[in-house]
């Protein structure tokens, strides 16, 4: 048996990583869907032959963890028969997948015969069938309402696309585009499976082996000496859901018991409400993955993200809980059940590690509008990044980020560019700039919110909105105070105001109305008394703290 | 009237290339002097007077030069430490946050403590004014004239010496921003001022504001430099032509680099691919990759007929949207620091010594171990011959260093530690190759690789080895490529407009005009710069995608094509870079194709300076053999006593086999056990795999001849 060589373990890593970004360059620069091409909702991975992740590239944190356990579920459900030249799709949030929209692309990469490693790519589809286009369904309360299911299926067999297979998953589905975008995962697999067997070519399969599992070894010791800084003990908190889409007042809490164990830490999840009956519901991949992104922002950033960095969290989220609900319950929200697991998982902590948690964030409050472009005559579908975009929370020694977006993307979601915007909906921007007094004040202030303002330019518009923050703003830490919250607001052009709830679908809406959203802050972290005086100088002078908030809040007369 | 100097101003040294016609080249650096560049400038090309046989006054020698291309990084350094111009900064109400925003990116997603970069203008001068475009530059509402007016009061009371306006949907109409354009230019006169629409009239909010909000920043500084730079010039005697190097790898006019300074931002390496091409053209190859290694940076570039432009650069995490080289850099040379990371892993950089304390072997202090301690203890470094023997390396500094940081806490000995140190750096490097090759759909396994920089050709073997590469050209100028290259670059000027419609059944008349009009105003600013007309010419390119793609794919459309308004030709050539780039094009599936820019640029061709072209001397190298040391063989993991050959001495046809070591003062050349190397005509030292060495034959094969 070969002893792992230190260097060449640096120099597996490091080509690991280079794989994967490949991979990711490849699908952000060749998929149409903007969800995918500009907002980056998509991860790309490889696996070894058993499942474990070797690395990956997440642009949203919240995907990060989900590919890993469905790779598992594929192996064991085709027990030994994979080929190469196979690919296989999946979506199936009822064996490990994570959202419906999500579909998954599995290539299994063969050397000399042997099955040795996977790449994948998984990205969230503009339409996955189902009720409702693009998949957000808040009146859904089964699966069938949301989404096609997609078990693992091989669309090609080795090498030879089944188009049988093929056509019946997009004659589910409503848009082109969408096998399009596939076709582009697909590409950046195989892109991913060359890379890999130049690698096994080089080195041989011996070696590849011994220094995958040293650089496992070598990442579980990194994250096992980031816990054991954390005072053995069992720390608990809560985060809240406001409304399931169907029932008006509902609230449902997320309770986490964390208990860290030497060089192990537990998430338990048991307390945790029961599952709703609307879609607003997580399944065990999408919560798990939340819990390892928030965890993960309170350790060495620079930590590789493989199999061994997952192997001392234990995370359990029994089924039936609002993070893991029971076959067939409907659950496209889930994936936005992130900010509230955040904190809860923040709370717990805080008094422990203070130092290294950050106050609440901006929940995520999300429209998207539907209708025809009068002009074009074309028919558009916009998801209104740039209006739900708020701040990070503060932490000791650092402010918060400014317009930044929710926990579970951290700043890899991007706003829409304003012109391109304009070209490709019929709206008009007004405004899309920071909130003055939006940051939750603080010694270290949160991150700013953004006002975003649009004259809606098509007829007979139709109008979602998902989401949360309307009910309860981001909190402060210490001493910091909150924020403000999210809201929505449409002014028809006959003067008429319609607020529409978090989780809500509104047909109808006229040509000429107009669009205001707030996206709050993040909270304060500290006594705002304490805050630096040339800062607080510099931001009145900015006009990004009113005068008024500065002498009353802050204690500072401009 | 017929010296020819390329001068490249470099954060370390100010390098000098000097040609003249039946002359052998004369290289020269000497240190920068950040504060005031221009002196070095002048230092240096007193020096290359007093050398010349005979020697010549500063004033004699300025008296005969014909040309002087120069590259400055004034404007990166200014832009990189934040000591830009006051800026003000005038857009539509309602949008005035944008250039901070950068459309609410966080680089590093997991860690909180990762800030925003400081905005160019604070927000306290970055003016909202009512007035409105709509998407097809249709007037909403009228400009406010008064709110131009309140803006320069404010940025007059403020003492801002630079203002940019950029206003929503400009691309489409420019009036707007004339109108406020005048107003700023008869109420604040001795301002720098920068129009979007003038800098770059196409589509795209943040990019437009950030790469206009960049001119003014830089554009006041650029001026006062050039001022003083033609002042020194002018007054030691110099009558010809000043040239300014730009990030797109051609030549400007100081009067054009002072409207559009921004155009200087990445300039600093983008001499080199031109001046890689010209070696490699020597050798009958029309591509290359062109790599260069210096003290903190390494530069990777890629070369197909012309080097590989990209329209979506950065600086400091500000987006430059103008036309550039590719050039792709990590941080990653001779000073790049070994360090372990919390699981164990030797990493290498981006930290770097710098040249101050510098590497430990520099003896000045410097206690970290960096890739040039690595080289000197594998033997790749005569520590007796650095700098042709200026400087002296401590070789027992550069082993305590690697012991303590590296070799004990990894449990090696300090041999196999450096090893590791050269293994890492290189398989980094190779990495940054990938950027420029596969990444962007082409295979490095097709393409020589041109070495440069001191430190560059100690690496590339195993570079090379690890991406497959056979064949590696190491040019005798290799430590000062981008001063040659200076002189090898044309007048260029980037034209953009936007240009929405689809592909098929576009307005040809109005997309023609456009054209036209673009070829047209670069051809007079090339007239203008005194280029003949036979010397000129002009390609078009188009930014198209398929139909709600958002990117856009930049491709050569065939002048035959445009003018015969050949629809399938066009789409043939967008579905074929498509393909070539990302695996696939949709052109089976008839997806409509969109246009969203059209771009020109006007290229004047300028004189380059002749290769020597040396006899065949033979394939015996013994004449330059000046003895042997032990250095590390990494396909063997092990010492071994090589040869070392004086690379001055080398002559046309010498074969040197690997493994060996080449020295010359400026450069080390590390012949790897798998590669042999061979002196070509114009001096360059060409590798070639040992199985391949039907790659050199036409250099041996002209002592036949």
């Not at chain 1, 998953?169 to 995962?185: E, K, S």
């Not at chain 2, 004339?178 to 909010?205: K, N």
């Not at chain 2, 092990?638 to 010359?664: K, S, W």
């Amino acid at each position: 048996m070969t002893t792992a060589d230190p260097i060449l373990m640096s120099v597996f890593a490091r080509t690991f990583k280079s794989i994967t970004d490949e991979m990711s360059i490849s699908v952000q620069k060749t998929t149409r869907s903007p969800i995918l091409c500009e907002a980056k909702d998509f991860v790309t991975g490889l696996y070894d032959a058993e499942g474990n992740m070797l690395e990956q590239t997440e642009n949203l944190p919240i995907l990060a963890f989900s590919l890993a356990p469905v790779c598992r579920y594929i192996r064991e459900f085709f027990d030994g028969d994979i080929h190469e030249g196979d690919v296989i799709f999946h979506n199936d949030v009822f064996s490990m997948g994570n959202q419906n929209n999500d579909v998954a692309v599995y290539r299994p990469v063969f050397h000399k015969g042997e099955l040795v490693a996977w790449t994948a790519v998984k990205g969230h589809q503009a339409d996955i069938g189902g009720a409702v286009p693009g998949g957000y369904n808040p009146n859904a309360t089964e699966v069938w309402q949301e989404a096609i299911r997609i078990p693992p299926v091989k669309v090609v067999e080795k090498g030879k696309l089944r188009r049988d297979v093929w056509d019946l998953i997009f004659a589910n589905i409503r848009l082109d585009i969408v096998q399009h975008d596939m076709r582009a995962q697909m590409g950046a697999c195989t892109i991913g499976a060359r890379r890999i067997t130049e690698l096994l070519d080089k080195y041989g399969l011996e070696t590849f082996q011994v220094h995958k599992e040293a650089l496992f070894e070598a990442t579980r010791r990194m994250m096992e000496a980031e816990i054991a800084t954390i005072p053995n003990g069992t720390y608990s908190g809560e985060g809240m859901v406001y409304f399931d889409g169907h029932h008006q007042g509902t609230e449902f809490t997320i309770r986490v018991d964390i208990t860290v164990e030497d060089r192990r830490i537990k998430f338990d999840y048991s307390r945790t409400d029961a599952q709703t009956d609307g879609f607003v519901n997580g399944t065990f991949t999408s919560s798990a993955s939340a819990t390892i992104l928030t965890l993960l922002q309170m350790v060495n950033p620079d930590m590789p993200h493989n199999e061994g960095m997952v192997q001392p969290v234990e995370i359990v989220i029994p089924e039936g809980t609002i993070l893991n609900a029971s076959y067939p319950k409907a659950t496209t929200f889930g994936n936005h059940l992130c900010p509230p697991n955040a904190d809860a998982i923040i709370r717990a902590l805080a008094p422990v590690i203070p130092d290294r948690v950050t106050a609440g964030w901006n929940n995520l409050l999300c429209s998207l509008t539907t209708g025809v472009d009068p002009e074009k005559g074309d028919k558009y579908v916009d998801i209104g990044f740039m209006g739900l975009k708020g701040g990070s929370g503060a932490m000791r020694g650092t402010d918060g980020y400014d317009h930044i977006g929710m926990i579970d993307a951290s700043g890899g979601v991007l706003d829409q560019d304003y012109e391109m915007f304009e070209q490709q909906t019929p709206h008009r921007l007004v405004r899309h700039e920071y909130i003055p007094d939006s940051a939750g004040a603080g010694q270290w202030r949160g991150g700013l919110g953004v006002v975003t303002e649009f004259v809606i330019g098509s007829e007979n518009t139709q109008f979602v909105t998902f989401g949360d923050g309307d009910f309860e703003p981001a909190f402060g830490l210490f001493g910091g105070h909150d924020s403000i919250l999210n809201i929505i607001k449409l002014t028809y052009p006959d003067g008429t105001e319609v607020v529409p709830r978090n989780k809500d679908l509104i047909m109808g809406v006229p040509r000429g109305t107009f669009y205001h959203q707030l996206a709050g802050g993040g909270g304060g972290y500290g006594d705002p008394k304490s805050r630096d005086r040339k800062l607080l100088a510099q931001e009145v002078r900015d006009g990004i703290i009113t005068a008024q908030a500065a002498r009353e809040l802050y204690g500072y007369e401009a | 009237m017929s010296y020819r100097i390329g001068i490249d101003v470099g954060g370390t040294f100010t390098d000098f290339f000097v040609t003249h016609p039946g002359r052998e080249p004369v290289v020269a650096k000497v240190l920068s002097t950040p504060s005031d560049p221009s002196i070095a400038v002048i230092q240096g090309l007193t020096e290359i007077a007093a050398g010349l046989e005979p020697s010549l006054t500063l004033d004699d020698f300025l008296g005969q030069v014909e040309t002087i291309v120069h590259g400055t990084t004034v404007t990166t350094n200014a832009t990189l430490t934040r000591n830009g111009a006051k800026s003000g900064l005038i857009t539509t109400q309602g949008v005035r946050d944008a250039l901070e925003m950068r459309r609410g990116i966080r680089e590093e997603q997991y860690n909180n403590r990762y800030t925003n970069v400081k905005p160019l203008v604070p927000r306290y001068l970055r003016a909202g004014v009512a007035g409105r475009l709509d998407r097809n530059g249709a007037e909403v509402e009228p400009l406010s004239l008064d709110d131009v007016r309140a803006a320069i009061e404010l940025f007059k009371r403020e003492g801002v010496k630079a203002v940019s306006i950029c206003f929503m949907n400009a691309f489409a109409n420019p009036d707007h921003e004339r109108a406020a354009a005048e107003l700023v230019r008869a109420e604040m006169p001795g301002a720098y001022l920068t129009v979007s629409t003038d800098l770059l009239p196409s589509i795209r909010f943040y990019e437009r504001v950030s790469t206009t909000a960049l001119n003014s920043y830089v554009g006041p500084i650029l001026d006062h430099y050039l001022n003083q730079l033609m002042g020194r010039l002018n007054e030691a005697g110099f009558g010809g032509v000043l040239l300014i190097m730009q990030s797109n790898g051609g030549v400007m006019s100081p009067d054009v680099a002072r409207q559009k300074a921004a155009l200087t931002l990445l300039s600093g390496p983008a001499g080199g691919p031109g001046a890689g091409l010209e070696y490699a053209r020597a050798h009958d190859q029309t591509k290359c990759i062109v790599v260069d290694m210096g003290g903190t940076s390494f530069e990777a570039a890629l070369v197909v007929d012309s080097p590989i432009m990209v329209n979506d650069g950065e600086i400091d995490r500000h987006r430059i949207a103008l036309p550039m080289l590719g050039i792709h850099t990590i941080g990653a040379g001779g000073g790049s620091i070994g360090w372990i990371d919390e699981g164990g892993l030797l990493r290498m950089g981006p930290q770097s010594a710098g040249a101050d304390p510098g590497p430990a072997c520099y003896g000045k202090g410097g206690e970290l171990p960096a890739t040039t301690d690595a080289n000197v203890v594998l033997g790749y470094l005569n520590p007796g011959y650095f700098a042709g023997g200026k400087m002296t390396l401590d070789v027992d500094l550069a082993r305590k260093a690697i012991e303590t940081h590296v070799a004990k806490p990894l449990g090696l000995s300090i041999e196999e530690a450096a090893a590791g140190m050269y293994r890492i750096a290189c398989t980094n490097m190779a990495q940054g190759v990938r950027e420029v090759s596969v990444k962007r759909g082409f295979d490095a396994r097709e393409f020589p690789l041109v070495v440069a920089g001191g430190a560059g050709p100690i690496h590339s073997c195993l570079i090379c080895d690890e991406l497959e590469v056979p064949l590696q050209i190491v040019p005798r100028e290799s430590s000062i490529l981008c001063a040659v290259g200076m002189l090898m670059g044309d007048l260029k000027h980037d034209f953009v407009r936007t240009f929405v419609s689809p592909l098929a059944g576009v307005d040809w008349t109005a997309l023609g005009a456009m054209v036209d009009a673009m070829v047209a105003e670069g051809d007079a600013l090339l007239a203008e710069e005194g280029v003949a007309e036979a010397d000129r010419s002009h390609a078009v390119k188009f930014d198209c995608r398929y139909l709600k793609q958002y990117h856009e794919v930049s491709f050569v459309v065939p002048r035959e094509a445009l003018e015969a308004r050949d629809v399938d030709a066009i789409s043939a050539a967008f579905h074929r870079e498509h393909n070539r780039l990302y695996g696939y094009s949709l052109e089976d599936e008839d997806v409509p194709v969109e246009i969203i820019n059209v771009r020109t640029q006007a290229v004047g061709r300028t004189q380059r300076p002749e290769f020597r072209r040396e006899p065949f001397a033979g394939t015996d190298p013994a004449a330059a053999k000046k003895g042997e040391r032990a250095v590390y063989i990494p396909e063997r993991r092990e010492f071994a006593t090589v040869p070392v050959y004086d690379g001055h001495a080398l002559r046309h046809g010498n074969l040197v086999t690997g493994p060996a070591m080449i020295e010359e003062v400026t450069t080390a050349v590390f012949v790897g056990a798998n590669h042999d190397c061979v002196t070509d005509a114009t001096g360059s030292f060409v590798m070639f795999r040992k199985d391949r060495a039907d790659l050199a034959a036409h250099i041996l094969k002209e002592g036949t001849r």
